[in-house]
């Protein structure tokens, strides 16, 4: 599973959809997604983060999926800031 980043139409919100390992166990597993928020000030600038949480991957599915409907884009141009 990879990791994905959603921007809005004002491009001014970002969202980044990636796997969440849980480490606690001795042999990790991918069972749910990390979702983190980032607010975006200045292109040139880092996306501040603003909070995260943790999802299903059935529940993070179906945010995408409305986020998508929302007019929400796939993007990489913050892939190297996180």
């Known amino acids: 599973m990879e990791e994905f980043t959603l921007i809005n139409k004002k491009r001014d919100r970002i969202k980044i959809f ?22 975006v000030y200045k292109r040139s600038s880092k996306p501040v983060i603003k909070g995260s949480r943790v999802e299903s991957i059935e529940d993070a599915r179906k945010e995408y999926k409305k986020l998508l409907e929302d007019g929400w884009k796939k993007t990489s141009i913050f892939k190297s800031y996180f």
């Open 18 to 39: 990636k796997p969440f390992e849980d480490v606690s166990k001795p042999s990790p597993t991918i069972n749910a997604m990390e979702i983190k928020y980032a607010c």
